[in-house]
């Protein structure tokens, strides 16, 4: 069974405040996508890094993708409430329609 | 693009009811769609992948008779909750791909399930 492990699973910072949430696994994924999920809605894709030692910036977020496609990381620079929600890493396999694996997600809240 | 979308949004009923959930991917085909299931505070739990025009694969533990779920065309997959019961009660979401590896997957907005 892949498994990837998330941490923190909850984070709470005041507003300005750097961060950064970890996926770490044993297994090698052909991706690697983070979501963004707020309470009552599905989960929003923000980006799919495929390349080992991969780097993609978003804004004030940035992503990066382990040298051996087995880690990846979430960094938050100047956090604002606006990113509060709980953030999910998902490992995917190249080979045909297969699901997604998803780490236990890091429940953030950015207080103002 | 890439925009899936479930319906319906919010569900309250009686127990014993059986309640069907709609996901439909709006601009693209999908051979495969998933069904997930999340519970308060948790991250999302893999149900079942649904495959068009052929059974859905279930994960271990969740039982297909109580889980219905069709993929009758490229764009619907349906899932029914039969004769639901108060422990049923959950966050449902449906997600799909454009990709012909199944990379990234797109997600509903879910369904919240309510059995009274």
């Known amino acids: 069974t892949q498994l990837l492990e998330q941490s923190p699973q909850f984070l709470s910072i005041q507003e300005g405040e750097n961060l950064t949430v970890y996926c770490n696994s044993s297994s090698v994924f052909s991706s690697l996508q983070w979501y963004r999920q707020e309470p009552g809605e599905g989960p929003v894709l923000l980006v799919t890094v495929v390349t080992g030692g991969e780097v993609k910036k978003l804004k004030r977020l940035t992503f990066q993708f382990g040298d051996a496609r087995k880690d990846s990381s979430l960094h938050i620079t100047a956090a604002q409430p606006g990113d509060t929600g709980l953030y999910l890493c998902?490992?995917?396999?190249?080979?045909?329609?297969?699901?997604?694996?998803f780490g236990k997600g890091t429940r953030l809240s950015v207080i103002a | 693009g890439a925009v899936v979308s479930q319906h319906p949004s919010r569900v309250i009923c009686k127990s014993g009811t059986s309640v069907k959930i709609e996901c439909r991917s709006l601009d693209f085909q999908a051979t495969t769609m998933f069904w997930y299931r999340q519970f308060p505070k948790q991250s999302l739990m893999l149900m079942a992948t649904s495959n068009e025009g052929s059974k859905a694969t279930y994960e271990q533990g969740v039982e297909k008779d109580k889980f219905l779920i069709n993929h009758a065309s490229l764009t619907l997959s349906t899932l029914t909750v039969t004769s639901a019961h108060p422990e049923d009660s959950s966050f449902y979401i449906c997600?799909?791909?454009?990709?012909?590896?199944?990379?990234?997957?797109?997600f509903g907005d879910g369904t919240r399930l309510s059995i009274l």
């Open positions: 998902a490992g995917g396999r190249r080979s045909g329609n297969t699901p997604l694996v």
């Open positions: 997600s799909a791909s454009p990709g012909p590896g199944g990379q990234p997957q797109h």
